[in-house]
């Protein structure tokens, strides 16, 4: 994963990105960022935690509602059941030396009249994961939460559909883990499919404490 990470900041020096440019900062310019002011009914609040020393990246999709009023990534019942899954308590969930939370959208999306939230704004990953995932050169594991976060992080390499990304685990380790959304609309997914609570979550859980 370092090596990885390396290459990465190597190509973003390439392209022409300050290398220069430290952390603090770029998440300073990222919580103030309004490129997508236009297209956000209930306005602009980018939500990311990240330290350069954290060990795990949490890549999930785009903040909600109740996210979106706190400020707080995962403040919400989908954060509950996140946070049991990887058997931690909110003290360790939330301790920026250790988990970075970086989402494929920084603002809530709004909601869709039809149910559930809209995706991720686009513009999110394409302007800022370049130059922010390579200074997390401590990530070790990076969980991949929810479709958007498989095509970003997975690419070519995910399957056709979530379930089949998900159920091929053991090809992304030991750097990556894809994961369904933890939203409690997918209690009927879970339940349909339980090799994910009796394979998935316990390997997840085991590599979760051993980098905590």
Request: proline letters at 10%; a positive charge.
């Amino acid at each position: 994963m370092r090596r990885l990470l390396i290459c990465i900041r190597l190509w973003s020096n390439y392209r022409g990105m300050s290398p220069d440019t430290t952390l603090d900062a770029l998440l300073v310019d990222l919580r103030a960022c309004r490129a997508c002011a236009p297209h956000l009914p209930h306005g602009v609040r980018p939500v990311v935690r990240a330290t350069a020393g954290a060990r795990i990246l949490i890549a999930g999709q785009a903040p909600g509602a109740r996210v979106h009023a706190s400020g707080i990534p995962f403040d919400d019942p989908s954060g509950d059941r996140l946070r049991d899954w990887l058997a931690i308590d909110r003290d360790t969930f939330y301790d920026e030396s250790r988990i970075a939370i970086v989402p494929q959208g920084f603002c809530f999306p709004g909601t869709d009249p039809r149910g559930g939230d809209y995706p991720p704004r686009p513009e999110c990953a394409k302007l800022w994961h370049p130059r922010l995932i390579p200074m997390l050169d401590g990530v070790e594991l990076i969980l991949c939460v929810g479709q958007y976060a498989h095509a970003w992080h997975l690419g070519d390499r995910r399957k056709r559909t979530l379930t089949d990304t998900v159920r091929a685990w053991r090809e992304y380790l030991p750097t990556h883990i894809p994961l369904p959304h933890p939203s409690w609309r997918n209690t009927g997914w879970i339940k349909k499919n339980p090799w994910f609570s009796e394979d998935v979550l316990p390997y997840l859980r085991e590599a979760v404490a051993r980098l905590m």
